[in-house]
């Protein structure tokens, strides 16, 4: 008895115990980590639900928002039913991954994002080198839209796969390859459905749908400042994985088919649009929320 009473009064005592330094610092790289990944998941919530839905986190969870505030110019979509109810299913699987991620890390402000068509029309005039008239808007049907999705998912996806070996604990590890599944899944849909319409031309440019995801690749792969880590839904012969027959490209991966990474660095210069982590832009006009990404814009100078 003596012993038992023992046992339960040593497990008791490591129960009680502090956290070590060391677990601490563990736990605060790991948080600094999925707070930089919750600007992207508000991004692609917002704009999944604004598109599918008309009506974004501020009237489905407003809880989430942090006190953040509202999308700039995102709007409801027009969209054949099929594509809007993909789209409103994706929407609520970012509701979830906010939350989820929120439950870890504690409060982190939405942070101000601009989801206007002129900024998506910036990114496009980027990619092409050169303005298109009218300018481009992804509201305006469905394969406007997926070309809009196209742009933003697959920069967290790259960004889950960088951050994973820099996570600490297997609480947050767990966390992020839960994540990572579904942000593949909803890339492969997206990219499924315009590799089905890859060599329809988008009106009125005269342009085909695969010619844009290439282009936006290139241009993803040019700001980011590392390499070729994006491609489009056609490939070239000098990128081919299996030389002579195929040179379609539903899934994106290195030559052994395994997903590109991308660092918090490399991701902000392409969600700013500016090319450098220090320059906010684009999707955000004044910048990501968090340690990691306020840390670039304090250090701008």
Avoid at 11 to 38: G, M, Q, R, W
Avoid at 114 to 125: D, E, G, M, P, W
Avoid at 153 to 167: A, F, I, M, N, R
């Amino acid at each position: 008895m003596a012993a038992v009473v023992a046992v339960v009064f040593f497990l008791l005592l490591v129960l009680l115990l502090p956290e070590t330094p060391n677990a601490k610092s563990k736990f605060v790289v790991d948080e600094n980590i999925l707070e930089f990944h919750l600007n992207l998941e508000y991004l692609e919530a917002e704009f999944f639900l604004y598109g599918s839905l008309g009506k974004g986190l501020d009237k489905l969870q407003p809880n989430l928002t942090g006190g953040g505030p509202p999308p700039v110019g995102a709007r409801m979509a027009h969209l054949t039913p099929l594509i809007r109810n993909i789209f409103a299913q994706f929407g609520a699987q970012e509701i979830g991954h906010i939350r989820e991620i929120k439950s870890k890390i504690g409060e982190l402000k939405r942070p101000l994002m601009n989801l206007s068509a002129q900024s998506f029309a910036t990114v496009i005039n980027q990619a092409f080198g050169r303005p298109l008239y009218p300018l481009f808007d992804p509201y305006l049907n469905d394969i406007n839209y997926l070309l809009a999705s196209y742009i933003i998912p697959y920069v967290g996806l790259t960004g889950y796969v960088g951050s994973t070996p820099k996570l600490k604990t297997s609480i947050s590890r767990k966390l992020v390859a839960g994540l990572l599944a579904v942000e593949s899944g909803q890339d492969a849909v997206v990219r499924s459905l315009l590799y089905e319409r890859a060599m329809v031309r988008v009106m009125p440019y005269g342009i085909t749908v695969a010619e844009f995801t290439d282009r936006i690749s290139a241009l993803r792969n040019k700001l980011g400042r590392n390499g070729i880590k994006d491609e489009g839904l056609v490939i070239t012969s000098n990128n081919l994985k299996i030389k002579g027959k195929w040179k379609g490209n539903i899934l994106v991966g290195n030559r052994n088919s395994l997903a590109y990474g991308r660092t918090p660095k490399e991701s902000l210069r392409i969600v700013y649009g500016s090319g450098k982590e220090q320059v906010p832009g684009g999707f955000y006009p004044r910048g990501a929320e968090g340690t990691i990404a306020r840390k670039y814009l304090i250090n701008k100078d």
